[in-house]
Each structure stands twice: as C-alpha cells, then as structure tokens.
C-alpha cells in the first residue's frame, strides 16, 4: 500500500485549448488537469492550494466515483461536506482508492468545473479481459468560450436565452472555425493524437468531462469492445459507437485493424438532440495513426454509420457486471421521487427534486450538523411538520437506520437527465416509461453504476429509473444532475445515510479551518 501525494496549485489563466483565447481554470498550469494514478487499495494525498483571483472565488475537488468509505469529509462538495478553499487557502484531501477503473476529479463549486477545473484519474486493479496497450484517458468535453458564471447566468433564465456551447473536445483539444468568433483566434488550433500498433489490443479509457451533452463516440473503420462502465467491469460487448452520458466513463479495447501508413479519425459528437443547449461546433476529432504515418497529416476516413435514436446509454440487458452482486431480496426502505423544472417566485426556472429544489449554504455544510444528538430530523418532502435541523432548501433525505435503500425516480420532463449518486454505485434495477412493474432487468445479476441516465418522458407519460443501494457508507451523499447548469438549477437532494454512525468527533479539524478561513474571506468579498 503506497500513498500517492499530489500538489496542486488552482489558478486561471488566458489559454486558447481549440484556438479561441479563452480564461480556463488550471491545475498547475494545466488544462486537463494532470492525471491522477494509483493502485487500488492506495492512499491519495492530494494538497490543492486556492490560487484563483480576478476574480477571487472558492474552490472543492470532488472525486467522481470514489465512495469515500469512512471519509465522507473528503467527497468534495460545497456546502455538504466542506466548506469551499477560499482564495489564499490550503486543503489537503486524503482517501483511498477504494474502486479501480477509470474516473476524473472536477471542481463541485458552482459550475466551475464547466471552466476546466478537471482531469482524469487511472486506478489499476485486477484485468478481467487481456489487452496490450493502455492509451490512457481519453477525455471528452464540450466547450465554451464564455466564463462558467456567465453561461450559469444565461442559461434557462427567462430572458435572455441560453449561451450557445462553442465547440467539442478530445484531451483538451480540437480546431475552431474563427469565422464563427469575435475572440482572438489562431485558426488550425490541432488535434490530439493517437498511435495505434497494427495486430495489438488497446484500451481507451472513455470519460465524458463535459457539461451538458451526451457524446456518441467512435473511430472510423474501427470496433469498440466495451469491457468497463464507470467503475464496474462487464462481461464485454461490441459496439461501432458508444454513447456516454455527462460523468460516465467507458472503457473499450480496440483491435488494431489498420496498417502502417494508415490513419483514422477518432471522433465525438455532441448530440444536439440530447442536451438543453446547442454547440456551434459539435464534433470533435483527434487523429489515430498506424507506425510510418506521418502525423502532420489529416486523416481522410469516414464516420461509421450511425443513426441517433434515443439519448439513453445501451440496454440494460446488455449490460452484465463480471462481478455479480445481488441486492437484498426486499429493499428496507423504497421513495419515489419526481424531478420536474419550475418556475420560482422571482421568474427563474429552476428544477425540483422529490419536490423540492437545493441550495447550498456554503459556510454551513450539511456533514458537520448530520449527527447532533437529539434533533428531529425528517425527510424534507413537504409532507411532515416535525422540525428538521435542515433548511427546507438544503434538500436532506434522511434515511435513519435504514440498511437498504431504493428510488424509483420517475421523469416527466422531455430532456433525458444524467443522474449520479455520490458514495455509491448503485443497482439500476429497471428502467423505462409509464409505471415499473416490478421486474427487475438481469435479475441475477443487475448492472451497477455511479452515474446513469434517466430517459426523457412527457408528463402523459413519465420515464422512469429504479435504483437501489446497500446504505453501508454513513455520510451525506448528493444525488444530483450532472449537467453543470442543471446542478445550478437547484436539482439536487441530499442523502443522508446512517446519520448514527457518523461521529462527529472524527471529522478532521481542517475542515474547521477551512470554514473559518471561508467565512473571513467571503464576508470581506460579497
Ligand atoms: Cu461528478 Cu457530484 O459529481
């Protein structure tokens, strides 16, 4: 057992990733953040000093995926589980890696991660299925040209209309028509680029760090086997273009079924059809070249056929964990929840989850309050009168002592959403429109995720999810969507699990300091 420690220093900066000069958020000087590695069952000790200024804000690291057995206090979200880094200030997170696969890390604060606060991060564990060549994360992401807090502003106010998304990138990477800018534009920007070994087997480790859209990725005259889906491997399964929803990750193996002197697109389209806003320039490329290639030319492959039909992830019955795990055979505790999208008393949109919408009182998290003895504490779903120690908008769920927990969330709203769980991953135990029947989709062995996608529905009829989870991991976990905006819009709730058996007495003391040295620098910056 190794620790494997980080520093980091968090500042923004004007860089032109696709071209377009653009203020991007930086993990020491980098955009993607640099790649977190460790062995599974290792410590990570990653020290994040606040350098941001003009202007000052706060900042979190949340670790997409990573259950935070026994450290809730290091999940990384504002105003649950910590107070924000204020500029000038220090935190250290320290956790174990306690599922391997592929994630990526992003800022929680507001939508800051929208202005290029993430990166990918590799645990290795066991391989179920053998390959020759890691490539390493393959990182997708829309873009914006804009600064996060302006496109937050705009979007799904009334009025004015949404900031359209700029363009669409692979690593960090992509050209942009400047014709299409008043920005300061260097035409050509480039691509990120591939190599490929003709005969061998390599693994791309496929993450949607993007905002908003769904990305349909493929690599033209090639397959894609598809052996992980977040941080679960599965019994393997082809595809010619996978689909991966905001937060998701999917690992494929690639056959290196091309020759030397050959080269190929690899591309990754924003789907319109599938997010809230649309992009200027949805699709992104990167170049895959063969040995005795040179790689200054553009490869001139074409797309594999593909016809967008829905914007969910492949069947359910498709997907088969390699490890099976059963769920209780009666879950202890089951809540429907609606998520719906809102108008507020002051003319906003905002969106509503179990009915109600979250804000975060980022100098009171949500952890420190969660077991103070002798305190009424209810689920915040309108329907009781008993008092809770949680502000009606703090969105708490408070599952008591229950052992196992099931959602059956249902969507009335047109727009598929990606939903993600923190602490967990989560059976997805049917989904599919109208009323479940009660079936339970691979009943032997249901697939699990962090993150899925909940179809879009019409109010006639709704779409629906059905999740459970084992609640083994007392904390406060948020459950949200996770396009950025969204998550904006208030539509998150708060799960509280095993409140009992979080002692207050061992939450670190940083986290104290961390509040205060919060509280002095947002009441001298309003
Ligand atoms: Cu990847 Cu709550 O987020």
Redesign the pocket.
């Known amino acids: 057992r190794m620790t494997r420690y980080y520093e980091w220093t968090i500042s923004r900066e004007n860089i032109a990733p696709d071209g377009v000069d653009t203020s991007v958020i930086l993990v020491n000087g980098q955009f993607p953040g640099p790649l977190i590695e460790a062995d599974w069952g290792d410590e990570i000790q990653v020290t994040v000093h606040n350098q941001l200024s003009s202007p000052g804000e706060g900042t979190t690291v ?1 670790w ?2 990573m259950t935070q057995q026994a450290t809730p206090w290091m999940d990384g ?1 504002p105003g649950v589980s910590q107070c924000p880094i204020a500029p000038g200030s220090t935190f250290v997170y320290k956790f174990t890696a306690d599922q391997y696969g592929t994630t ?1 890390y ?1 800022s ?1 604060y507001s939508a800051q ?1 929208t202005g290029g606060l993430f990166g990918p991060m590799i645990i290795h564990g066991p391989t179920h299925v053998p390959y020759d060549i890691d490539i390493g994360p393959v990182m997708l992401n829309d873009w914006w040209h804009t600064n996060y807090f302006d496109v937050i502003a705009h979007d799904l106010f009334l009025p004015p209309s949404p900031v359209l998304v700029d363009n669409n990138l692979i690593n960090g990477k992509m050209s942009f028509n400047c014709g299409l800018t008043n920005s300061t534009c260097t035409p050509n920007a480039g691509v990120s680029k591939f190599t490929f070994e003709p005969g061998k087997t390599h693994r791309l480790r496929l993450i949607n760090a993007g905002s908003e859209g769904m990305q349909r990725f493929s690599i033209d005259n090639h397959k894609l086997t598809i052996i992980a889906i977040d941080f679960i491997t599965v019994a393997p399964f082809e595809s010619d273009v996978v689909s991966i929803g905001v ?1 998701q990750r999917y690992d494929v193996l690639v056959n290196g079924t091309g020759h030397p002197g050959e080269a190929y697109w690899m591309r990754s389209n924003y789907s319109q059809k599938c997010a809230s806003i649309s992009n200027l320039q949805p699709n992104a490329l990167a170049a895959v070249y063969y040995p005795e290639t040179d790689h200054d030319s553009s490869p001139n492959s074409t797309a594999n056929p593909y016809v967008e039909t829905d914007c969910m992830n492949e069947p359910l019955n498709k997907t088969v964990p390699f490890i099976p795990i059963l769920p209780p055979d009666a879950a202890a505790t089951t809540k429907e929840m609606e998520m719906n999208l809102i108008q507020n008393a002051t003319g906003h949109l905002v969106f509503t989850l179990g009915g109600s919408t979250f804000r975060a009182n980022f100098n009171k998290p949500l952890l420190p309050l969660a077991n103070l003895p002798g305190v009424v504490k209810t689920p915040n779903n309108g329907t009781s009168n008993e008092t809770s120690i949680y502000a009606p908008d703090s969105n708490v769920y408070d599952f008591g002592k229950h052992s196992s927990i099931r959602l059956i969330l249902t969507n009335p709203l047109t727009l598929a959403h990606p939903m ?1 769980l ?1 602490g967990h991953n989560v059976w997805v135990l049917a989904e599919g429109m109208g009323k479940w029947d009660g079936k339970v989709t691979n009943a032997k062995n249901p697939m699990r995720r962090d ?1 899925f996608i909940i179809n879009a529905g019409t109010p006639e009829l709704p779409a629906y999810t059905v999740i459970e989870w084992v609640a083994d991991n007392p904390g406060v976990w ?1 459950f ?1 969507c ?1 396009v950025t905006a969204h ?1 904006s819009l208030g539509f ?1 709730a708060i799960m509280l699990e095993r409140p009992d058996l979080i002692p207050k007495r061992q939450i670190p003391k940083e986290l104290d300091h961390l509040c205060k040295s919060w509280d002095a620098w947002s009441n001298s910056n309003v």
């Open positions: 949340h997409h995926g979200v990526w992003h929680h991660y937060g993600h923190h993150t948020p949200h996770h998550t998150m």
